[in-house]
């Protein structure tokens, strides 16, 4: 399975864009990339997902290269709400064998106001 | 319900005490996983069903971890004689089905703390 590499944790102003970066140099052609949040003492929150093309939805936006090998998370107005640990994970698109997410340790993200 | 929903929240064991998690998945999802949270880690995979059918146990760490879900809906996980090291958040997951498309997004339930003592 391919790794994810993310900075260990960044800082945002509240209010301004978290762009939040993820190298995956070692993706293959039918894993999609995923993104999760982790607000302390709470479970994963789905945020977004994608194969190739940019993402966007409610939460966030999502900018994959043309190569695939590395991706942005975009938060475009950060909230205090906000601060979490953000995952970055790369999930195998073949019913064969996608029963697993390989996570990392995530970017801490703190919203300061 | 209208999420995943895991039991006990918090769990304070004795060490060589058996435990058993139980997780309720969103109704009508097909796929269930189990994950190992250790603190100021990632999630690790222990095992998955699909339906009643575990198809993957690779991730558990010893013999002492067991998960079943016999009729395809709620799963439990067990772990005999507990041991210190296995003090961690352990999470639940379902989603809609085993194809990954636009639709079939996993989602988490709260977790279930277990601190062996």
């Known amino acids: 399975d391919a790794k994810t590499t993310q900075p260990p944790s960044m800082d945002c102003a509240e209010g301004r864009a978290a762009n939040l970066p993820c190298n995956h140099s070692?993706?293959?052609?039918?894993?999609?990339v995923y993104w999760y949040r982790q607000i302390h003492s709470q479970g994963p929150q789905y945020i977004i997902h994608g194969l190739k093309n940019n993402e966007t939805n409610e939460m966030a936006s999502l900018i994959i290269t043309e190569d695939r090998k590395s991706s942005t998370l975009i938060l475009p107005h950060a909230t205090l709400r906000d601060t979490a640990v953000y995952y970055c994970?790369?999930?195998?698109?073949?019913?064969?064998?996608?029963?697993?997410?390989?996570w990392g340790l995530g970017t801490s993200l703190a919203v300061n106001p | 319900g209208a999420g995943v929903s895991q039991s006990p929240r918090y769990k304070v064991a004795k060490r060589g005490q058996d435990v058993a998690l139980r997780c309720d998945p969103i109704?009508?999802?097909?796929?269930l996983f189990w994950y190992q949270q250790a603190l100021g880690q990632g999630p690790e995979f222990l095992t998955y069903f699909q339906n009643e059918a575990q198809l993957d146990k690779s991730g558990l760490p010893s013999d002492r971890f067991f998960a079943e879900r016999p009729e395809g809906s709620v799963s439990t996980l067990k772990i005999q004689r507990t041991q210190q090291e296995d003090s961690a958040v352990y999470l639940c997951?379902?989603?809609?089905?085993?194809?990954?498309?636009?639709?079939?997004?996993?989602?988490f339930g709260e977790g279930s703390w277990l601190t062996v003592v």
């Open positions: 997951a379902s989603s809609l089905s085993y194809r990954v498309h636009s639709g079939n997004t996993i989602y």
């Open positions: 070692t993706i293959s052609g039918n894993e999609y």
């Open positions: 994970i790369v999930r195998v698109g073949d019913a064969g064998n996608n029963r697993k997410l390989i």
């Open positions: 109704s009508g999802h097909v796929s």
